[in-house]
């Protein structure tokens, strides 16, 4: 059977650093943290932990007070990322004469509405409230997000939530890939949207002793992957959508491509639900070579999954390491959540828009903080000031997660 080619048409996301995608990719070109100290007074215990927020998005501005009332904040940076990348694409919003019923959404969030549960908590629990909005469940679902991508762009084809921990939307984006590429749609919106802030989220995550320390001096340098002083991962919020959309539908409308997708590999470690395994690591790797029909000497940068936990940036250099062999010392690789911070369920396709962008800018963004490798990840190419002018013609983007799944998504630039 004939299998579609893939382009990239559409990108879109919420910046933590407030402006669009061109700027996002400057500053993370500068190694421009987004980190603060997210700093809550009014709870029992009070809250003091690094973190990245959007803080200039306004939701009512963003999408109109009737539209943003009808969704948590998950969804509100959801909608703001796909509206974004739809306008990218070129895509009216009314369907008028396209025919929509064939195109989907594939969407990640690994909390989905976790906001809207702990505003009912406190309203019950805290305010003595006896009943919740009408609209709470509706808010709070998982799906949510997908649902509102698929109404405002009238799309009738498959609208699917994907919740694997930090791997939500790069599956999402790999699923709506194979979508396109066996003849099923014409058109797909993936991505993936998170807000973790929530109380009691960011206590659980405090609770595994995984999240980096920092005060107000230090927040902007706390996320340190692959250093030998990294402290933890630091969480953030965040949404960031593509466009897929079948190879010849794009060149009929005259659509700007970005990209490629060409390959696309997730599997289980089955092994630990916290604890990464190499051999996982290194097979969802050889899967996503396999799929896109690359040899591993043809890959020019990975985006690394890179979150500055004592145990996962080990393991994911040795898989590199195993996958590339002697070539992987001169392998680029670059962990941006040292700048962007870790979305958890949005992670997956913001960093597949950075890879997506690196290819095209010819730019490579560097590992911030990182100033002493760890010796048990050296032997790869570690960027830690941007490369400008690189030729590049395929790059790797790893997603893996805690449960032990894994997902790795291949990209090719079309200016090669």
């Not at 919003?93 to 989907?104: F, K, L, P, Q, V």
């Amino acid at each position: 059977m004939a299998r579609s080619r893939v382009a990239i048409t559409g990108l879109g996301l919420v910046s933590p650093y407030g402006a669009g995608l061109d700027d996002f990719f400057t500053r993370l070109l500068a190694g421009e943290s987004a980190v603060e100290l997210l700093e809550t007074a009014d709870e029992p215990r009070p809250l003091s932990i690094p973190f990245v927020r959007c803080a200039g998005f306004d939701p009512d501005a963003a999408l109109g007070k009737p539209l943003a009332g009808m969704m948590d904040r998950f969804a509100q940076l959801a909608m703001t990322a796909a509206f974004a990348a739809w306008d990218d694409a070129g895509l009216a919003r009314a369907a008028d004469d396209d025919d929509r019923e064939g195109w989907g959404v594939c969407w990640g969030t690994a909390l989905g509405g976790t906001l809207a549960y702990e505003r009912g908590y406190r309203e019950l629990w805290q305010q003595g409230r006896e009943r919740l909005s009408p609209l709470t469940v509706v808010l709070g679902m998982n799906n949510a997000a997908n649902s509102q991508v698929s109404i405002q762009f009238g799309l009738g084809g498959p609208s699917m939530s994907y919740t694997v921990a930090c791997a939500s939307s790069a599956i999402a984006i790999g699923e709506a890939f194979r979508r396109i590429r066996g003849g099923e749609a014409e058109v797909m919106v993936a991505g993936g949207s998170d807000v973790p802030q929530a109380y009691a989220v960011a206590r659980a995550w405090e609770a595994l002793r995984v999240m980096a320390h920092a005060d107000r001096a230090s927040a902007a340098s706390a996320c340190r992957p692959f250093s030998a002083d990294r402290r933890g991962l630091v969480l953030g919020e965040g949404a960031a959508a593509l466009v897929l959309e079948d190879w010849e539908h794009a060149l009929a409308r005259g659509a700007r491509i970005h990209g490629e997708i060409v390959g696309y590999g997730t599997n289980c470690d089955h092994s630990h639900l916290v604890r990464p395994d190499v051999s996982g690591q290194i097979k969802a790797i050889r899967m996503t070579l396999e799929d896109a029909g690359l040899a591993a000497e043809e890959i020019d940068y990975v985006n690394a999954h890179g979150t500055a936990t004592a145990e996962g940036d080990p393991v994911e250099a040795a898989a590199l390491k195993s996958v590339f062999g002697m070539r992987a010392v001169q392998l680029p690789v670059s962990a941006t959540k040292s700048m962007h911070g870790h979305q958890l369920g949005a992670a997956g396709a913001i960093e597949a828009i950075v890879t997506v962008l690196a290819l095209r800018k010819r730019a490579i963004p560097p590992t911030a903080n990182l100033d002493r490798v760890d010796p048990a990840c050296t032997g790869l190419d570690h960027v830690t000031v941007a490369r400008h002018r690189v030729p590049m013609r395929a790059a790797l983007s790893n997603s893996f997660a805690f449960g032990g799944s894994n997902a790795v998504l291949a990209f090719l630039s079309v200016m090669h």
